[in-house]
Each structure stands twice: as C-alpha cells, then as structure tokens.
C-alpha cells in the first residue's frame, strides 16, 4: 500500500534523540519516514552521499525541518550544483543567504532542494535559536556588533549567520513560510498531528468543491453543445451551416494571420497558398523556438524572424503553434465560397480584439535575446525563405 514518503530533515548528532523519538510517531501516523540515519535513502555508490540525500527528497511527499544549535556539514560543491539558487533566490522577499559568499550545509540544501521541487515543509526551529534569531535581527545592520555577540543557542558562534539569514529566507517565502518554535517534542508532534489532519480536511471540502465545479462546466458545456447543435439545424442552406462550423474551428487561426503585419489580410486569407507562402506575406523568413530554465523551470519561446531580422513574439505553446499549421492546410482545402465567406464574418471581429497573440519587436532578435536574464538555446525549426 502507498504511504506518503515524509523527508526528516535535520542535523544528527545534536538531534539524533529527538529524530529517534520521531520516527516511531511517523510511522504511526501510517506515513513512510525517510531518514539518513536510518538507512532509508539510497546512497548511491556513483555519488557522494551529499548528492544522495538532496536527490532523495524528490521522491517524498513532505519534509520536516527541525532546525537546532548545530550548522552541521557543508555541503560538498557536487552537491551545490543540484539545486537553482537564481531560481530559489526569487522565492522569498529577503534573499541574504545568496548573497556575497554563501555557505550551506546539507541540511538546508535539502530544504533547498524541496523548495525548489514546490514540495510543503512543515519547519520547526529550537526556541533558544528562535530567541537568538530575533536578537541577530535587531542588531544585524551593525556587523561588528554582530560579530561581538555571542549568541548562546549557538554550537559555534561563526555558523550563527548563515543559520538565522536561513530562518529568514524561509520565513520572507510568498508561501508555505511558517517555522513554529519548540522546547520538546510534544510540540513537534502536536503541531503535526494538527496540520496533517486539517490539510486533510481542506483537501476533501476542496475534492467536493471540485467535483461540483466540474459537473457545473460539464453542464454548461452540455448546453452549449445543445445550443450549438440547435443553431445549426435551424440553418437549411449546406453552406451557411459549413460556414458557421468553419468560424468556430478557424477562428483562432485567422486572429493569428489578422496579427501579422499584411497589405491586405483579406486577400491573403482568400488565396489558397501554403503556409509557407501565407508568412512570406507578412515578410517572416524563419520560424525559431528558444528554451530556457532546467527541469520543472524549463521554458520554450516561439519567434517569427522579418526579412530585416526584426521579429514577432508569439503567445502560444509550441504544440499548439503546430496545430495552427495544420489547422491552415484544412482552411485551405475548404470551397472557395466557403473560406471567402469565413474570412469576411471574422476578419472585422479579429480586428475589434484587443488580445493579440503576436507581439511585434522592432529590434534584432539577437539583441533582444541577448538582453534576457536567462541564456537561451535558439532552435531554427524552419529553413529561411529565399527572397530574389
């Protein structure tokens, strides 16, 4: 039977006591712990063991943080390299811990690693730490001040920084950014027992509301098919009924072509002609696909590249950018009347839409590219048109 996987994270061997009593309330809460000191995750014989851990928090549900006195190892620079810091440093308003020359212990590189992988953390931090924290965020815009405080709570005091601008990077997130303090582990369990069972219950009233909202669209869409199908009947002449058909399934592509820069969108709408062509019109020479980002942060952009290297951004997923070219071929198939009849009811209400799907940059693409955050990889997925 599947269990959900819960990820214990946390130094051993200050709070190696603590993650034994916690085990055992896990387990009877009838969830899988997932503990380094218990040899419950795969230390992979390719990898260093650091690599293991982070790795292994992709594969769990939840995660537990139990933050104490100790900063614990560092993090091996193998093990850096698995998780996005650019990307994570946007996920909470105070971002110190990225910054100048930040150090990470393994602990919180899984932390990290959870974060990063959207998976909820339930974080716990020892009261005496909590009280500390708040003694560092008084004075902390006096470096030597800072420096010169001995914080009690503190295994040794030249970790302090990096454990409590840890405490504030979790506690600035837009979201899941509660840390809740303890002296025992009764409000370790209590808390949890707590949480999990009103997560529960708000994922059940959501499941119901669910449920509702999907019957409501099913009926709407019901009527609107009844509706459609109604309109449909009550046309006698064949060819108003393809034509109004032929609004319906062409409708977004000839938004797409009205978005291009043409002398006349009627004519070319008019004309059967490849797709090809179709662009040649609106001066496109090269269709190209960029991608950005790693993993769940990956991103693909769609560019129409001009004669004069200028070009149009598109709204559309690459998928469905394909479909409007195929989508072409079967408008181009229909009876002249027909499409001619299609392009004269949409071509006016195209023009009245204020959504454009196309974006007109009148720069290089290389510039504007090169101007991006992110690097890019460009993929030219069409050849370039000749022009005499």
Not at 8 to 35: A, H, K, Q, W
Not at 73 to 80: E, K, M, N, R, V
């Amino acid at each position: 039977m599947a269990k959900p996987r819960i990820f214990v994270s946390s130094t051993c061997y200050d709070l190696g006591l603590l993650r034994s009593e916690l085990r055992p309330f896990i387990t009877n809460m009838g969830y899988e712990p997932i503990m380094s000191d218990y040899s419950d995750i795969l230390y992979d014989p390719r990898s260093h063991t650091h690599v293991s851990c982070i790795n292994e928090v992709g594969n769990c549900d939840l995660l537990v943080l139990i933050l104490g006195q100790r900063f614990g190892g560092a993090a091996i620079d193998s093990a850096l390299e698995c998780v996005n810091f650019e990307e994570l440093s946007k996920r909470s308003s105070s971002a110190a811990v990225f910054e100048g020359s930040p150090k990470f212990s393994i602990t919180q590189l899984e932390v990290l690693k959870a974060i990063e992988n959207s998976i909820p953390i339930y974080a716990f931090v020892d009261d005496k730490v909590y009280h500390d924290h708040l003694v560092y965020e008084k004075n902390k815009h006096d470096v030597d001040l800072v420096q010169r405080i001995k914080f009690p709570s503190m295994q040794k005091n030249e970790t302090a920084k990096y454990i409590f601008e840890f405490i504030n990077y979790l506690t600035h997130r837009v979201h899941n950014n509660s840390i809740v303090p303890f002296s025992r582990l009764e409000d370790i369990r209590s808390n949890l027992v707590s949480q999990w069972s009103q997560l529960y219950q708000r994922l059940l009233l959501e499941d119901r509301t669910r449920s509702s909202e999907v019957k409501r669209y099913q009926d709407f869409s019901e009527r609107l098919e009844d509706l459609k199908a109604v309109v449909l009947a009550s046309i006698s002449t064949p060819d108003l009924r393809d034509i109004a058909k032929g609004a319906v399934q062409f409708r977004h592509l000839i938004t797409f072509i009205c978005a291009l820069q043409m002398k006349d969108h009627l004519k070319v709408l008019k004309k059967s002609a490849t797709w090809e062509e179709m662009l040649k019109n609106a001066r496109v020479v090269s269709e190209k696909i960029t991608e950005s980002g790693t993993g769940l942060f990956k991103r693909s952009g769609i560019y129409l590249v001009l004669d004069d290297g200028t070009f149009y951004q598109c709204q559309y997923a690459i998928n469905y950018f394909e479909s409007l070219k195929e989508q072409w071929r079967e408008f181009c198939k229909l009876q002249a009347k027909i499409r001619d009849a299609i392009s004269e009811a949409l071509i006016d209400e195209v023009e009245e839409t204020r959504f454009s799907p196309v974006i007109y940059r009148g720069i290089q693409l290389d510039e504007y590219l090169s101007e991006e955050s992110e690097p890019k990889i460009v993929v030219d997925v069409a050849p370039g048109i000749k022009w005499n």
